[in-house]
């Protein structure tokens, strides 16, 4: 399967840009930037309320790609439903490392976020940064998921914790 190159992407399609999500592609336009012209794609981030324009020749450098396929959705919901990896290291130690693994825009290692601070009804409680974690690595993994299977990020939300009960 041919990759699509970063001229490829067109108005319309959605992508994924690794510190925001899921956007959709508004459209190009043409910038003057310190007496160069430069092509820039207009991505809108519903979900933020923002648009942001991505020179056309840095988008795949800056991480800008196409929504996952159904194959790489597939693993990270086998991820979701593996085993969580519980560590003893300090939460703040931890929480620079899902941090890092929310903002790659990977689905895989965003799934290791969710799956590892899920709780379940029978375990401990959580702290409020956990949960704002959780929440944060669920909604972005959910936006993608959302987006391909073609239905409401927050039904996308509850499939995927019901998965993750199911296991």
Known sequence: MARKSETAFE?????????????????????EVAGTTLEMLVVRFEQDRMTLR????????????????KRQME???????????VRRT????????????????????IAEVVRDLHRRENQSEQSYSE???????????????????KIDQDLAALRLEDLMDAA
């Open 11 to 31: 108005e319309g399609d959605f992508v994924v840009y690794p510190t925001h999500g899921v956007g959709r592609i508004l459209g190009t336009e043409e910038r």
């Open 54 to 69: 991505v020179p056309m020749e840095k988008a795949k450098s800056l991480g800008l790609r196409t929504l996952s396929s």
């Open 75 to 85: 693993q990270a919901i086998t991820t979701l439903q593996g085993k969580a990896k």
């Open 90 to 109: 300090m939460w703040s130690r931890r929480a620079q490392e899902y941090e890092t693994k929310i903002k790659s825009g990977d689905p895989v290692s």
């Open 131 to 149: 949960r704002q974690m959780y929440q944060a690595a669920l909604e972005r993994l959910a936006r993608e998921f959302a987006a391909i299977e």
